[in-house]
């Protein structure tokens, strides 16, 4: 069913969030519905950047590494992370890409299950997290072990060291149960390894609750910290002295700026890091991660579920798409919408101002960050799709596939 424009425009008035989006820059004229890949510039970031830039890097120069609190950013930065995931602060370091992450922390794993071998994961996961597991697996001894969603729980067999789950499906918007999934892992002895890469600002994470031993997420996405934001990492306080990330670096080191000759591990999550920060990228991510002060995080959730679920039905009436339908329950704060010619179609909808992303073949994603969405925007989106599917102006040379959309 398609939302009418008063029930839109009383659910924006009734929004306790919705004082969040003046926190952003954005562009008039656009309905930004791509939160899922790079979430939009905060407000505060360029001044930001502009004072690091020209104060603390050009007045301050190396000095900053003290009197800034260069030095300290991944650790002082991550702690403000651990709230979105409910870690405590000692546990998060912002650092690196969600990637290496992946790599430093499955290595730990792995060497803290000795005489098991197997990396177990979902088959359809984010491709990178296969990617590194296969490459740590190789370089380990181990083996990588993928299956579907159904099967995990039979999967847990006595070899299996490490369970690797992303918590909110990047396709599919599937929320694992955290809880549950963490005590099955443990009851077979396994390890568990988070990728909250579109959990972490979108939905409600509970790391330390929960179980979780190690997690990763990325800052460009939801935490709104920019292209290529540094990702964050959560080791969990019963791992600080035993887990061993086989990627060691002076960062991680227990006294960087002793040049000792031996690797010696600092003590808790800051073992993990490797080299020298990128401030400007970690001063950004700053800014990113400051927009959700004071915001309850059970609340976006919920807002983002609602938008979700009003933008699926609206589509769900249009002609020559397909909805893939939200799961019940929780799920993340994006959907599906598949159309054959998605790529041109994603154009078309971009040329008019209504930003989604695509993955091929066919679906286009739609996200629905709740700090920046307005109720107004789901009625804008679809009726600009509306307008695109049946005219028929997708089919316009214009909109030829020429690389990537988004
Ligand atoms: C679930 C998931 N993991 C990992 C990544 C990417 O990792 P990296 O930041 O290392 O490129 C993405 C990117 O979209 C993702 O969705």
Known sequence: MMPSAAQLAALDAADPLSHARDRFRLPPGVVYLDGNSLGPLPAALPDRLAQTVAGEWGEG?????????????????????????????????ACDSV????????SAALAMRPGRRTILME???????????QGLAQLAGAKLKRVPRAELGAALDDDVGLLLLTHAHYVTSQVHDMAA???????????????????????????????????????YKFLNGGPGAPAFAYLARRHWDAALPALTGWMGHAAPFDFAADYAPASGARRLLTGTPPILAMRAL?????????????????????LVQLFA????????????????????AHVIIRHPEA????SALIARGVIGDMRPPDAMRFGFPALTTRFADVGLALETLRAVLTSGEWQEERFAPKGMVS
Request: aromatic share 6%; hydrophobic share 50%; net charge negative.
């Open 61 to 93: 120069l190396i000095r900053s590494w003290n009197d800034a609190g260069w030095i300290d950013l991944p650790v002082t930065l991550g702690a403000a992370i651990a709230p979105i995931v409910g870690a405590e602060p000692e546990s998060v370091v």
């Open 99 to 106: 990637s290496l992450n992946l790599f430093k922390l499955a």
């Open 123 to 133: 088959a359809s996961d984010f491709p990178t997290d296969a990617y590194v597991m």
């Open 181 to 219: 999934m963490s005590a099955a892992a443990h009851a077979a002895g396994a390890l568990t390894l988070w990728d909250l890469s579109h959990s972490a600002g979108a939905l409600v994470v509970n790391l330390d609750a929960d179980g979780a031993d190690f997690a990763v997420g990325c800052g």
């Open 286 to 306: 700053e800014a990113g991660v400051a927009t959700f002060d004071g915001i309850d995080l059970a609340q976006a959730e919920a807002k983002s579920r609602h």
């Open 313 to 332: 039905a609206g589509a769900a009436t249009l002609p020559g798409v397909t909805v893939d339908a939200p799961p019940a329950g929780r799920h993340g």
């Open 343 to 346: 790529r041109r179609v994603m």
